[in-house]
T-cell receptor, first 115, second 114 residues
Framework: EAQVTQNPRYLITVTGKKLTVTCSQNMNHEYMSWYRQDPGLGLRQIYYSMNVEVTDKGDVPEGYKVSRKEKRNFPLILESPSPNQTSLYFC??????????????FGPGTRLTVT | DQQVKQNSPSLSVQEGRISILNCDYTNSMFDYFLWYKKYPAEGPTFLISISSIKDKNEDGRFTVFLNKSAKHLSLHIVPSQPGDSAVYFCAARSFSSNTGKLIFGQGTTLQVKP
């Protein structure tokens, strides 16, 4: 089954404790992205990756890091989480934007709470 | 600066009637628009899209209309079913960007009453 998976689905942590949210896709997509969803703000892009070893900032990158060592994986790293990073996070993937296709396929989401 | 806006946070309709969800945008460089549906505890799923060279696209019960002069698009669901109850996001892409970036609206929660 074609899918995007994220782990963990739920996480409660404390300020300053480093964490990683994993994302994996099995569709051989070149493009991957991380979003956060907050009430009244919709989905905002954190980071994206056009291909392996190619990453760039989205609209709200502060406090986050990413890496793309393999095509299928795109982990999101919070080196020192703060309460304002409490949010619902989604990973997404799509074929290369150069193909003209813009539909992105989303993972199930990770609910993060930072206390 | 909210480039894509969904001004109605919620909408309630009766089963069998039409649901109309609206979306406004400000960036005239947007050339491709999408609608996503999201159920609780799930990720958004792609529903329907439209290119800026068209003014209508239809897929079963779902039709998207684009009015470029008004920078407005709408999603029509006919007939509405209880299973359509979800949050709907509109999104847009700029043709000047080769990053694949989508700009999302805030979302509209649709409730279809049996």
């Amino acid at each position: 089954e074609a899918q995007v998976t994220q782990n963990p689905r739920y996480l409660i942590t404390v300020t300053g404790k480093k964490l990683t949210v994993t994302c994996s896709q099995n569709m051989n997509h070149e493009y991957m992205s991380w979003y956060r969803q907050d009430p009244g703000l919709g989905l905002r892009q954190i980071y994206y990756s056009m291909n392996v070893e190619v990453t760039d900032k989205g609209d709200v990158p502060e406090g986050y890091k990413v890496s793309r060592k393999e095509k299928r994986n795109f982990p999101l790293i919070l080196e020192s989480p703060s309460p304002n990073q409490t949010s619902l996070y989604f990973c997404a993937s799509s074929p290369s934007p150069g193909t003209g296709r813009s539909e992105q396929y989303f993972g199930p989401g990770t609910r993060l709470t930072v206390t | 600066d909210q480039q894509v806006k969904q001004n109605s946070p919620s909408l309630s309709v009766q089963e069998g009637r039409i649901s109309i969800l609206n979306c406004d945008y400000t960036n005239s460089m947007f050339d491709y628009f999408l609608w996503y549906k999201k159920y609780p505890a799930e990720g958004p799923t792609f529903l329907i899209s439209i290119s800026s060279i068209k003014d209508k696209n239809e897929d079963g019960r779902f039709t998207v209309f684009l009015n470029k002069s008004a920078k407005h698009l709408s999603l029509h669901i006919v007939p509405s079913q209880p299973g359509d109850s979800a949050v709907y996001f509109c999104a847009a892409r700029s043709f000047s960007s080769n990053t694949g970036k989508l700009i999302f609206g805030q979302g509209t929660t649709l409730q279809v009453k049996p």
